[in-house]
């Protein structure tokens, strides 16, 4: 019996290198995780502030604290489409104190509306004023 020695091979692939590359990494993944980690705007811990410095004495319930953010959202909402609406007119990315002014006009109603543009005109001077001090 002759005995052959032939070989049998079989040709194994290797298994691909990891590529060390940043390109393979998916962008909007990384995008979409930071955008669902983003928390809901709240006024809360602000409109406790606002209440220590009126009356240290006062108390708010919890509905009374969520409803009070509610609104406080709200009118925020409100500005802000009404200042996005003024800036979208005037095509200029940077807001001026009448565009504030216009918005308020807008937005708040009645006596409110006096009163707010007051304390806005006052918050501006006090502004330039301590601005001009330094």
Do not use: W
């Not at 990384?30 to 809901?40: A, C, D, G, M, V």
């Not at 489409?81 to 940077?94: A, M, N, V, W």
């Not at 216009?102 to 006096?114: E, W």
């Not at 806005?120 to 330094?134: M, V, Y």
Request: proline share 3%; glycine share 2%.
């Amino acid at each position: 019996m002759e005995f052959s020695s032939q070989e049998t091979y079989t040709k194994v692939e290797d298994e691909p290198i990891p590529s060390t590359s940043t390109h393979d990494f998916n962008t909007v993944e990384k995008i979409r995780r930071k955008k669902q980690r983003r928390e809901e705007l709240s006024f809360k811990p602000y409109i406790l502030r606002m209440k220590k410095t009126v009356n240290r004495d006062l108390q708010l319930s919890s509905n009374t604290l969520e409803d009070l953010d509610n609104l406080v959202k709200n009118v925020y909402k409100m500005y802000c489409s009404e200042l996005q609406l003024l800036s979208g007119h005037t095509k200029k990315k940077t807001l001026s104190a009448k565009d504030v002014e216009s918005a308020t006009k807008l937005c708040i109603p009645g006596k409110l509306k006096d009163k707010a543009m007051d304390c806005g005109k006052n918050c501006i001077q006090d502004l330039k004023s301590t601005q001009n001090a330094k």
